[in-house]
């Protein structure tokens, strides 16, 4: 017993030795000082949960290849942003879900008390909407420059409380202008008082600022509050920017005011409870869609509320639905409300080998404003990552009216509103990797179906598209 016990210390004392903290981006170890000692020879003596926190380096974590079904959660480490019981591969937008198995392509660093996290996606790429019908609606070509970058805090507050701290950055106004980026049959929010039409507005240089507390009851239950000024509302799936299905795709969804444009609210309350699988949300926020002003913050008026049911079944799967009641989210449109319903499926898998996984998600986005608005969104998109080689897709279908595409020729085009599908794919590759940071060139192409009152207007079968540079965190291994 005596052999057993001095074999166990050695064990610990290398384990110790070699314990590490993250650095940002270099990843460099330092060794990390521990001045608990074991009582005697005896075991008892030890800290086990310490022991194992110490020895595990989030730098090279490969949450490609980890059990995060089995994940230990120990002080000291990142976790959920919302949980102490959850995984961080499980955050989402807001307060969002994604399944467990989903990959994480960012930087970490530790202190004594706090955790910290960095991600985001800058694209440098020409496109071109609608190339094949030249000076008709929507014909237009941009080099542009999509964006955003996310940083996360966070800390243990006693046993069984968590803080977070986060903020998103766009710098999209800067480099595309208050028009944004040129993208077919895409409609909503302004810009010099009229509605930007087959274009993606801009984002609000601060995306989100908000800080929130999570009380652990028991292993099962938290109790979460979350505020934002900007931040976002319980409604809707994890939105585009951050979902693993779009992870190459530079592009907005053109179902994006019908599914998760509410990410971006300049006032914004929830509050969650978690109950094993589930979690149930509610939120009050603003309405109003932010103003042209994208340096600014809009006014918080919280008239405006939603609810949220969140199911993570099994490691690989994450399901929502929400109902959102949102008073006049588009001032050009005469006050008028919008009840919005959604619904969405995401999956992620991982693949065997290095850096190999599957992302898809299902989303379904319907607004309602009376009996002459009811139209409906869905999205079905997925992400297939091979190494330093990535495939994705997008098949999107939307209902939009004339008011909506600024089309005046109503006589000619004979109904108010119709159907719009795109269908979209992409291929890009790693060419270089620096500081855990990477570098990739990718090519993508869109074709759109319309009905044939739309074509004197967008031409015949529209094609849309682009080429592109992207820099992004690389993916965290173990």
Do not use: C
Request: net charge positive; charged share 20%.
């Amino acid at each position: 017993m005596k052999n057993h016990n001095l074999k166990m210390l050695a064990l610990a004392g290398i384990m110790t030795a070699f314990s590490p903290v993250l650095a940002q981006h270099e990843h460099h170890q330092e060794p990390k000082k521990d001045t608990a000692k074991p009582a005697g020879h005896d075991m008892k003596g030890m800290d086990h949960n310490r022991m194992k926190a110490d020895t595990v380096d989030h730098s090279k974590m490969d949450h490609s290849q980890m059990d995060h079904g089995n994940m230990k959660h120990d002080a000291g480490h990142m976790t959920h942003s919302f949980s102490l019981s959850l995984p961080m591969t499980r955050n989402g937008s807001g307060t969002g879900w994604q399944p467990d198995a989903t990959p994480m392509y960012a930087y970490m660093k530790h202190s004594n008390k706090w955790n910290y996290m960095l991600h985001g996606s800058v694209f440098l790429r020409y496109t071109a909407q609608n190339f094949n019908n030249d000076g008709l609606k929507g014909s237009k070509s941009k080099i542009s420059v999509p964006n955003w970058f996310m940083g996360m805090a966070q800390r243990q507050v006693g046993k069984n409380g968590l803080l977070n701290v986060r903020a998103m950055v766009s710098l999209d106004r800067l480099f595309d202008g208050g028009a944004g980026y040129p993208l077919l049959f895409q409609s909503g929010e302004t810009w010099k008082g009229e509605p930007l039409i087959d274009k993606q507005h801009p984002h609000d240089l601060i995306s989100e600022l908000s800080i929130a507390y999570t009380q652990r009851l028991n292993e099962n239950i938290d109790l979460t509050l979350y505020a934002g000024y900007p931040g976002e509302p319980a409604l809707g799936p994890t939105a585009f920017m951050h979902r693993m299905s779009a992870f190459n795709n530079p592009d907005a969804v053109l179902g994006h005011h019908w599914q998760d444009a509410t990410h971006i609210t300049f006032g914004v309350v929830t509050a969650g409870i978690r109950l094993w699988k589930f979690k149930l949300e509610g939120s009050s926020f603003t309405g109003r869609e932010p103003n042209e002003n994208r340096f600014d913050f809009d006014k918080p008026r919280f008239d405006s509320y939603s609810y949220r049911l969140l199911f993570n079944p099994s490691t690989n799967w994450a399901l929502q639905v929400s109902r959102g009641f949102i008073k006049n989210p588009e001032p050009l449109h005469g006050g008028e409300n919008v009840d919005r319903t959604t619904a969405s499926v995401q999956h992620s898998a991982n693949l065997s080998g290095k850096n190999k996984w599957i992302s898809t998600s299902a989303v379904w986005g319907l607004n309602e404003a009376g009996g002459h608005h009811k139209e409906h969104a869905i999205l079905l998109e997925s992400n297939l990552q091979l190494d330093k080689w990535a495939v994705y897709g997008r098949y999107e279908r939307v209902e939009k009216s004339i008011n909506e595409l600024g089309i005046t020729r109503y006589d000619d085009i004979g109904k108010d509103k119709f159907p719009v599908s795109l269908f979209s794919l992409g291929l890009n590759r790693q060419i270089t990797s620096f500081q855990n940071t990477l570098l990739q060139a990718g090519a993508q192409m869109g074709i759109y179906s319309i009905e044939n009152s739309l074509k004197s207007v967008y031409g015949d079968t529209p094609l849309s598209g682009q080429v592109y540079l992207r820099i992004t965190p690389g993916l965290m291994r173990m």
